[in-house]
T-cell receptor, first 112, second 114 residues
Framework: GQQLNQSPQSMFIQEGEDVSMNCTSSSIFNTWLWYKQDPGEGPVLLIALYKAGELTSNGRLTAQFGITRKDSFLNISASIPSDVGIYFCAGRGSSNTGKLIFGQGTTLQVKP | GAVVSQHPSRVICKSGTSVKIECRSLDFQATTMFWYRQFPKQSLMLMATSNEGSKATYEQGVEKDKFLINHASLTLSTLTVTSAHPEDSSFYIC??????????FGSGTRLTVV
């Protein structure tokens, strides 16, 4: 089945630093989504990407839908302590089921 | 925005009993709901897809007789963990597919089976 490889698995950075994480797949996706999950909560959508090559920003967050449709990255600029959490990429394929496939997650820790 | 209300947020039950988790779409109609399970420090794993008025579609390896899903109305989907065992302890999350595209997630249910 379809799988997403997300990296890095974890990051420990200093406040103010920029962060980059990415997801790759062996198969094509039509939609890429980036979520943040706080402990004990459901995922919250950060950015949605619907077209190959699309570059979208949401405040300090920027994400891109790879031209090959097999990858996506998320950048966080000037990190702050509240950026701490687990970030997941998710992809939706071409089937009509609408199922999302999630990456393994990137745990981000920010040192004040 | 579209909100899915999930209850309970936490539940502790005895081994062998059943637990029901509810997800309600508050301001929209959810034709399709997805149920996920998440173990500590792991990703969300899709368990099943439920469509209003029809039987749920389960992912490979998920026991449909153990994880009963009911989606009898456009605003309510339920997941019942039957004869729960300690290995069923996990974080369960529902998600609704939006007509305009995208998905909205419930806040999750932490199930502990003792």
């Amino acid at each position: 089945g379809q799988q997403l490889n997300q990296s890095p698995q974890s990051m420990f950075i200093q406040e103010g630093e920029d962060v980059s994480m990415n997801c790759t797949s062996s198969s094509i996706f039509n939609t890429w989504l980036w979520y943040k999950q706080d402990p004990g909560e459901g995922p919250v959508l950060l950015i949605a990407l619907y077209k190959a090559g699309e570059l979208t920003s949401n405040g300090r967050l920027t994400a891109q839908f790879g031209i090959t449709r097999k990858d996506s990255f998320l950048n966080i600029s000037a990190s702050i302590p509240s950026d701490v959490g687990i970030y997941f990429c998710a992809g939706r394929g071409s089937s009509n089921t609408g199922k999302l496939i999630f990456g393994q997650g990137t745990t981000l820790q920010v040192k004040p | 925005g579209a909100v899915v209300s999930q209850h309970p947020s936490r539940v502790i039950c005895k081994s062998g009993t059943s637990v029901k988790i509810e997800c309600r779409s508050l301001d929209f109609q959810a034709t399709t709901m997805f149920w996920y399970r998440q173990f500590p420090k792991q990703s969300l794993m899709l368990m099943a897809t439920s469509n209003e008025g029809s039987k749920a579609t389960y992912e490979q390896g998920v026991e449909k007789d153990k994880f009963l899903i009911n989606h009898a109305s456009l605003t309510l989907s339920t997941l019942t963990v039957t004869s729960a065992h300690p290995e069923d302890s996990s974080f369960y999350i529902c998600s609704a597919r939006l007509l305009v595209g995208g998905y909205t997630f419930g806040s999750g249910t932490r199930l502990t089976v003792v």
